[in-house]
């Protein structure tokens, strides 16, 4: 009868541990793409809060005058005009 107490641990666990995986494995619903570049926004925001801003600007972003940035290579050093 004390192995059938001591195996119940175990047990237990197992099935709490099954049923955490099927939960945490459900498919997800797919995104909204706006809601998706929001999130992104607010977390580089937050992010640049929290460090000061010092982050490198992505190249595929327009400047402050609108215009896409100049094209650069990686490892290459930026030129000033």
């Known amino acids: ?9 175990p047990l237990a666990a197992f ?3 099954v049923v955490w995986v ?6 997800r619903p797919p995104a909204d793409p706006h809601d998706s570049v929001a999130e992104h926004q607010r977390f580089r ?9 010092t982050h490198r600007p992505d190249p595929a972003e327009p400047d ?3 215009e896409p940035a100049p094209e650069r290579r990686p490892g290459s050093t930026p030129t000033a005009p």
């Open 64 to 66: 402050a005058v609108g």
């Open 1 to 9: 009868m004390q192995a059938l107490v001591w195996w119940t641990v």
């Open 22 to 27: 099927s939960i945490a494995n459900r498919p």
């Open 45 to 53: 925001q937050a992010m640049d809060r929290q460090t000061g801003g």
């Open 15 to 17: 099935v709490v541990a």
